[in-house]
């Protein structure tokens, strides 16, 4: 019996007792499809059926109080269950508080990348390309001022190219290059007061979905409602000290 | 002491009349030939040539072995050269002459019998000691090894002893440093010095696999790497490099090598390189990783992203740790690991936990707080009872760019509040005693405000999103 069938034979008998443990062998492992990242909230991923795509740029855009960073949250929390992310808070303003876990600490597949001043905010850009060149992350975010075209069109071939889901996460309307995926957030039931006693704040926003540049068919909206802790911390350890009323 | 040596000498004939290598060139045969012995070192006022060391090969094939790698790597790097390695430099240089061989080894205690028939002019002497041999009549080294030392210190003196010596092979020049215990060294040297790093291109790849292939030999892997740049007149330019974890990946090593050269300027023109590296007692394991998942290797994943390191420091990597504080400024934080963290973010698996199943938050989501790295501070128009019931928006978005975080209220808003949320502590350092207030703009914008009780003065502590 040659070595080549010996080998053959062996690593039949491996994956028989392991399974997917063992890596299949370079140029044999069969094609798989590679899904994007969902997030978990209903309405979102049923707007994106196949999650925030790999191998594409996907911007996310909106004002403020529309529960962008919500999603987002939301999104790095599912994905590192799956992946490695990387997440650059270009402008230095994500509370860490949001993004510790039960443990107290967030997650070990999570990579966040922040600037040591706000000066930095316009370089995330370049610290994103760094990442995703790096083809360690299967999602990179970018969170912070949107790049510019000629970068955006850099991270996106990227993306493709390291099979990676890229999310540009930006303030303010959606810039105008070319994106794979466009999300828009915005705020709705204007007029309808959202804040309520004890800091309880619910009330519907929008997320607008167009794909391709300036494609307007295709536009959805869900609803989502946002319920912040009606605390400063949710979980505010050893105070014993009633709460103050007015 | 540094025992059984052995030398080569690798020589470029050049025809009469036809330029040197430039510096360019020479710098990457240097590199070339790193790749068969450890160091390699220019021979002064000789530019075709090179001293290599060919000390301690026997295990990668002996002197024959070693001296056809050399010929070998030269013939790569574009130059047909001829080799010769015996104990003593004056017997390398010697063997090559030999026309009829690439190569030529002198065997060990041999020297001074090869150089018995070999002609003086190989002897590195003055040329009025030349001359005055040849008017003696001796034109071999054999000719003069055979004179007695006394009669020819008394008259020639030291100078035409020290040739008597080089003749019989006994030859103290050595123009390499004992290697250190427990480290691998590789040392190139550039004659003459050059202007500019750049030739370290060459060289680097090739100091990093000869230092690697050392202790491969040990079954070990380079921990740390200590770069000395050598630099006329001046002291040694020493830097260090330590990858995340002891990787002998050659294109990581030569990444952070080339950064730590870049990362300072020379202090003036380059003549020598020369790269240590300590094994540290790390054993070579990585191939019984025969079972962990694909994981991002931790040095390459360090040397990929040094620039984000060097330009953002240690908060290009940072988790976020809750402290339990009471301020929100302080309840939680990111803990900057720096590039010491990667190791432990390569190890992690995410395969560990399974894929979530949709649905995690039934369209509910909690609202995440942006915090301004330092709170802006903000005119509040309060009523009667003391509450804020309108906020100066205008004052708030110029003191606030838009760097992507969103819009703010652009005018003058009223406002509904929620709170407060008294908040105070933190005696022992600077007492603190803030009013919390959520405050909701009539689009719907909902930042979190607080009033320092000892001023009166309001601060945007951030929003939520």
Redesign the interface.
């Known amino acids: 019996m040659s070595a080549a069938i010996d080998l053959s034979v062996l690593r039949a008998r491996l994956e028989e007792r ?1 399974g997917t ?3 299949p062998a370079p140029g044999q492992a069969p094609s798989r499809e590679q899904p994007g990242f ?6 979102l ?1 049923a707007l994106l059926p196949g999650g925030v795509p790999r191998r594409a740029l996907t911007v996310w855009a ?10 987002m ?2 999104l790095v929390d ?1 994905a ?5 992310v990387a997440l650059v808070d ?11 876990g039960p443990d ?15 000066e ?4 995330g850009a370049w ?1 994103a390309e ?2 995703l ?4 992350f ?1 999602l990179v975010v970018l ?4 790049p510019a075209s000629t970068d955006a069109h850099r991270l996106r071939a990227l993306a493709r190219e390291t099979d990676t889901a890229l999310l540009v996460s ?3 309307p959606p810039p105008q290059w070319r994106a794979d995926v466009r999300l828009e957030f915005r ?1 709705t ?11 309880r ?1 619910r ?1 519907p926003s929008a997320i607008r979905m167009a794909r391709g540049e300036g494609a307007r068919a295709g536009e959805r909206e ?8 009606n ?3 949710p ?3 050893p ?1 014993r000290r009633p ?2 009323r ?1 | 002491m540094y025992t059984n040596r052995r030398i080569a000498c690798i020589r470029i004939p050049v025809p009469t009349g036809d330029p040197a290598p430039g510096t360019e060139a020479r710098a990457a045969l240097a590199g070339a030939l790193l790749a068969a012995a450890p160091r390699v070192i220019a021979v002064r006022e000789y530019p075709c040539a090179f001293w290599a060391d060919a000390a301690g090969m026997d295990l990668l094939g002996g002197d024959e072995a070693v001296a056809r790698r050399l010929a070998r790597a030269a013939e790569e790097a574009g130059f047909a050269a001829r080799v010769g390695i015996a104990d003593s430099c004056i017997a390398a240089a010697a063997a090559t002459r030999e026309r009829t061989h690439a190569t030529r080894v002198v065997p060990r205690g041999r020297d001074a019998g090869y150089l018995l028939r070999r002609s003086l002019s190989l002897l590195p002497i003055d040329a009025s000691l030349r001359g005055a041999l040849y008017l003696l009549g001796l034109r071999t080294c054999g000719d003069l090894a055979a004179l007695p030392p006394a009669e020819i210190e008394l008259r020639l003196g030291d100078e035409g002893l020290r040739a008597w010596r080089l003749a019989q092979g006994r030859d103290e020049r050595w123009p390499f440093r004992p290697p250190a215990p427990g480290t691998a060294e590789a040392e190139a040297e550039f004659e003459p010095p050059v202007d500019s790093a750049e030739p370290l291109r060459f060289v680097l790849p090739g100091l990093i696999a000869s230092v690697t292939a050392q202790l491969a030999t040990r079954q070990r892997i380079p921990a740390r790497l200590r770069l000395t740049l050598r630099v006329p007149d001046a002291a040694d330019d020493a830097r260090e490099v330590r990858p995340a974890r002891p990787t002998a990946d050659p294109r990581v090593l030569a990444d952070l090598c080339r950064r730590a050269v870049e990362a300072t300027p020379l202090a003036g023109p380059l003549c020598g390189v020369r790269l240590v590296a300590e094994e540290d007692g790390v054993a070579r394991a990585d191939q019984l990783d025969a ?1 962990a ?2 994981a ?1 290797d931790p040095g ?2 360090h040397a ?2 040094l ?2 390191f060097a ?3 240690d ?8 402290h ?1 504080a ?1 301020l ?1 400024g302080e ?4 803990a ?1 690991h720096g590039s010491a963290g990667i190791e ?8 560990a ?4 199943s ?16 330092n709170p802006v501070s903000l005119a509040v128009r309060q009523d009667a ?3 804020p019931a309108g906020v100066d928006g205008a004052a708030l978005a110029n003191a606030l760019p ?7 209220p652009p005018r003058l808003w009223k406002t ?8 105070s502590g933190g005696w022992w350092a600077r007492a603190e005693a803030r009013e ?1 207030w ?1 405050l ?1 703009s ?5 930042g979190l405000v607080y009033r320092d009780a000892a001023t009166g003065l309001w601060y945007l502590e ?4």
């Open positions: 392991f443990a063992i890596v969902r997030t978990g909230l209903a309405a991923d909106g004002e403020g109080t529309a529960g962008r960073t919500a999603a949250r939301a599912a590192c269950r799956e992946t490695r270009a402008t230095g303003t994500l509370d860490p508080a949001a993004w510790c107290g600490r967030s997650r070990p597949e999570l990579w966040v990348a922040r600037p040591p001043s706000a930095h905010a316009a370089e610290v760094t990442m060149r790096t083809g360690a299967g969170d912070g001022p949107a930006t303030g303010g705020r039931g204007e007029g309808r007061v959202g804040l309520g006693p004890g800091g704040f009330r869900v609803e989502l409602v946002h319920e912040p802790s605390r400063l911390h979980d505010p350890g105070d709460r103050a007015h | 079972f998942a694909p991002p390459a994943l990929a992203l620039p984000v330009r953002w420091g908060g290009a990597l940072s988790t976020a740790v809750r339990g009471h929100p309840h939680a934080g990111w900057a432990a973010f390569t190890a992690a698996s995410p395969a936990d399974p894929p979530v949709g649905s995690g938050f039934r369209n509910v989501l909690p609202l995440c707080l942006r915090r301004l790295t009872e003391g509450r838009d760097g992507g975080m969103g819009t703010y509904r509040a929620e709170g407060p949320e008294r908040v919390y959520r909701e009539e689009e719907g914008w909902l951030g929003w939520f999103d």
